[in-house]
């Protein structure tokens, strides 16, 4: 199966799925990485590992739309079955979920409904949660909020700080997106009333 990978920043995630795809019993390969900036670690990875890369800033358009636009054709033009959203800090538009809406995946690093946001571990962390996590979902129009593939929790310990807390979830949602992604490219999937199955 193919495989696009959307990355913003660090691209741990990312290294995770090249890491796992190295083996052909893993049964998906990244034939593509897209970012929405350049310069940052998640395109060296990709490089490193010989994968093709694609940066489209949404400031290189003059719209939102014209936006969604490109990176809509440049990630056809890779034919993927499935693309995650890896730290991708964008929300797509409405010509990308069309396209890719039953094959767009993020992972978010707290357990949704709960944190939704550039700060789940921030935010979990100060609500005073005992339990904190992440969440691999299909995107849909509304901002966290698609139907859950799968969720991995972890200890917030008394002496965390946003570091330690992040670094512990990060280090679950990596296994859990690999485990999930295997498992969704070589089996399949259906989404029914918000609920999906892996047959
Ligand atoms: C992940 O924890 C993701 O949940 C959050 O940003 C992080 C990305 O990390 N939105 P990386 O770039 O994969 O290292």
Avoid at 5 to 21: F, K, P, R, T
Wanted: charged share 25%.
């Amino acid at each position: 199966a193919r495989l696009v990978v959307l990355v913003s920043g660090s691209g741990s995630n990312l290294q995770a799925l090249l890491d796992a795809a190295t083996d052909p019993a893993y049964g998906a390969q990244v034939v593509a990485v897209g970012a929405d900036r350049d310069g940052i670690a998640g395109l060296d990875r990709a490089a490193a590992a010989g994968v093709p890369t694609f940066v489209d800033p949404v400031k290189a358009y003059e719209t939102r739309d014209d936006w969604d636009a490109a990176l809509t054709a440049h990630v056809s033009e890779h034919k993927p079955d499935l693309i995650i959203s890896a730290g991708f800090l964008k929300l797509v538009g409405a010509r990308f979920l069309a396209a890719f809406g039953d094959r767009y995946i993020n992972t978010h690093n707290a357990l949704l409904p709960s944190f939704p946001g550039i700060h789940g571990p921030r935010d979990a962390l100060a609500y005073g949660v005992k339990l904190a996590g992440a969440t691999l979902f299909f995107v849909d129009a509304g901002v966290d909020t698609g139907p859950i593939v799968a969720q991995v929790s972890v200890p917030v310990l008394d002496d965390d700080t946003e570091e330690t807390l992040t670094e512990r979830i990060k280090v679950a949602e990596r296994a859990q997106l690999v485990d999930y992604v295997g498992r969704l490219v070589r089996e399949g999937w259906t989404i029914e009333n918000r609920k999906v199955r892996i047959p």
